[in-house]
């Protein structure tokens, strides 16, 4: 069993950056796809980036070229950098590690 512990949120201006990480409890070597999801008030939760073991990466298009996704399957973490951040980012952020893992969520708040 693993647990997914994220870290990193909080409350930016937009245009500023923030950056979530997300630590395994155990080893992420064997979870082919990971990735963070999103849900932000009235709204189904989305994946915005996700990730394979062997570091293919992929976006939403909403997010594209603003996030970047990144893992270290070495120390059990899972991080995305988010950059030019917008008031629609708004919402709160899951680590998910497929095909059930998740963690508790973290709150990103982008003020205009």
């Known amino acids: 069993q693993v647990q997914l512990v994220e870290s990193g949120g909080g409350l930016v201006q937009a245009g500023g950056s923030l950056r979530l990480s997300c630590a395994a409890s155990?080893?992420?070597?064997?979870?082919?796809?990971m990735g963070w999801h999103r849900q932000a008030p009235g709204k189904q939760r989305e994946l915005v980036a996700g990730?394979?073991?062997?570091?293919?990466?992929n976006y939403a298009d909403t997010v594209k070229g603003r996030f970047t996704i990144s893992r270290d399957n070495a120390n059990n973490t899972l991080d995305l950098q988010m950059n030019m951040l917008k008031p629609e980012d708004t919402a709160v952020y899951y680590c998910?590690?497929?095909?059930?893992?998740w963690g508790q969520g973290t709150q990103v708040t982008v003020s205009s």
């Open positions: 998910w590690g497929g095909p059930s893992y």
């Open positions: 155990g080893s992420i070597f064997r979870i082919n796809f």
């Open positions: 990730i394979t073991s062997g570091g293919s990466t």
